[in-house]
């Protein structure tokens, strides 16, 4: 343990790209928790994994492969959210068991070095290199930026979209825009700390602070706030214990769930009895 803390370095990569991953997870887990398609970045996520296997053994870039097919497969869900929503379950489905298939496969079958699926499965914090740092960085800066200038946009898509429609505000545009931002995201996130860290991340947050957020700016808020706490909790933890760092903050996240489902229950409870 004390090792790891005196290499400034190694800690201090970690803290960079779990801060940089927080803004990129509250942001985006925001939009989709408040759009009701969380599922959607689960899809987008094995799919991107699906890329990975084709430029793993194509013998392309792998960041490339991955963002290919996150973007191939955001555009698919797109198109079922807008015309088949009644079956994007279906749809999200489909492209999660078929990303995870075809990226088995391909990797197994790749000529030459294989790779270490795990590494993209669970992944660490602590092997995240400076490119990953920038990337996520500039990501976050354009994320920011959307947000901002087009809050009241986003706003009015996720919560009415039939009043943004006849308000003449581009819908369909915003929702791609949305999906898009999510496949870059969630192919950053995972090249940093791995598909599962990223789903949760982007998810269980989220949700937490929609518990307790009165409008999507607070929620904003208080998703990245819970991103990072879960990070530094799961980094403690994992130093403390010497175990998995991903899978630390994964269930470090969900014990906060737990417990904000807890304060939210006895929230209710004082709220009834102060109607009465």
């Not at 000529?111 to 499965?121: A, D, R, T």
């Not at 929702?175 to 995201?185: E, K, Q």
Request: glycine share 10%; with cysteine; aromatic share 12%.
């Amino acid at each position: 343990m004390l090792e790891i803390l005196s290499s400034g370095g190694f800690f201090q990569n970690i803290i960079i790209t779990s801060v940089l991953l927080s803004i990129c997870a509250g942001l985006i887990g925001s939009l989709i928790v408040a759009n009701k398609s969380v599922f959607l970045a689960g899809g987008v996520a094995h799919a991107a994994f699906g890329g990975v296997g084709v430029a793993v053994f194509l013998g392309c870039s792998v960041l490339l492969g991955a963002l290919g097919a996150a973007l191939i497969m955001a555009l698919i869900l797109l198109y079922a959210t807008l015309w088949h929503k009644g079956r994007l379950d279906t749809f999200i489905a489909i492209a999660w068991a078929f990303g995870m298939a075809l990226g088995v496969v391909l990797i197994e079958l790749a000529p030459g070095y294989k790779i270490n699926m795990e590494s993209y499965l669970f992944g660490s914090l602590a092997f995240s290199t400076k490119e990953d740092i920038y990337m996520l960085f500039g990501f976050d800066v354009v994320l920011i930026a959307f947000v901002v200038v087009f809050y009241r946009e986003i706003l009015a898509v996720l919560y009415d979209m039939e009043f943004s429609r006849l308000k003449r505000v581009p819908t369909k545009l915003f929702v791609s825009v949305i999906f898009v931002l999510t496949a870059f995201g969630v192919v950053l996130g995972m090249r940093a700390g791995g598909l599962i860290l990223v789903i949760s991340m982007l998810s269980i947050p989220a949700y937490i602070a929609m518990m307790f957020a009165r409008n999507l700016a607070m929620q904003f808020c208080l998703s990245l706030g819970v991103c990072l706490l879960c990070m530094c909790g799961g980094i403690w933890f994992s130093f403390v214990y010497d175990v998995a760092l991903g899978a630390c903050i994964v269930l470090v996240s969900v014990g906060v769930f737990v417990c904000a489902l807890g304060l939210r229950y006895i929230m209710g409870i004082y709220q009834n009895k102060g109607a009465i």
